[in-house]
């Protein structure tokens, strides 16, 4: 048999496959892949693909937290999802050293180089003390507030008053999917807006102008309200992993070096287990602890920073940005997005909204 009578036959088997395939999966409420001769689990992804995501919350829901892909014979593409906690925790914490980014990740981020979000080891840990001590010091924190605020007062908020002048099919593809929750539950931005006015002391007719650091944390409701949106759509939709060693998880899985390990944090934002029966909410009460203050989530729990040792640095200066343009525009701004609920996430490891934002933007003052 040569090449092409091969190929042919195995066009043959693939067609036939995903046929029956996709038959039965039509008439079944399972999410759980079917495992076929030769292709194995890879039509269950084929079909999936455009809703990757959900998908993949499906079937680690339905697993427990925990699944081991098949793909096809002879591809080398068996991986190994998980969204147990206790996992994530012993992944990037406990275990840490045993689960480097790996070479495979560096090829596919080669365009980072060198950077700390690609390297492992030493060269990581060099990085790490770097930027720490520059990210903590006084003259950074001032240097971030005045170039944050530049930027708002000359490219931000000229932007979004063009667009108000125009109050006809407005579009922005950059607001995030926090504007898209928001739009979703307008009770919860009144609440916002209402934290903004009482806690910066602005009245509802006055423009909001610079505030500092430290004012943004008293925009407590804001910042669960942040929280609840990266808990949902976290901003890097996975993470991955490959161990040296042989390794047993708390789980009770057994992984071999160069398994794929793969970590879906989107998921873990709606597990039940995870997060109760109301995981689907949009609730930023549940980052607000009894005393009015953050309630602390472990970062295996909600690892939209990562966790271990490689926890974002720029954790707090995130919030700090997210706080000071999101309150600027709630108060100045009525944010429309038009038909929220036709939005969806792209199918990348980076969280977007699929084909951007289409929203009106009015100006409040």
Known sequence: MDFLECSLLFLLIFCFTYSIWFIIYRRTKTSAPTNWPILRELPAVIGNIHRVHAYMTEVLIEYGGTYEFKGPIFTNIDMFFTCDPANIHYIFSKNFLNYPKGPEFRKIFDILGNGIFNVDHELWELHRKTTMSIMSHAKFQILLERTLWDIIEKGLKPILDAFAKQGKDTTSAALTWFFVLLAKNPSIEKKIREEIQQQLHVKEDENLKFFTKEETRK?????????????????????????LDH???PSGHRVSPKTRMILPFYVMGRMETLWGKDCLEFKPERWISERGGIKH????????????????LGKEMAFVQMKIVAATIIHNYNIQVVEPENVYPTTSIIMQVKNGLMVKVVKKV
């Open 219 to 243: 925009l407590i409701y804001l910042h669960g309200a942040l929280c609840e949106t990266l808990r949902l759509f976290p901003s890097v939709s996975l993470e991955h992993k490959v161990p």
């Open 297 to 312: 989530e472990p970062s295996f729990k909600f690892p939209a920073f990562n966790a271990g040792p490689r926890t974002c």
């Open 247 to 249: 390794d047993i998880l």
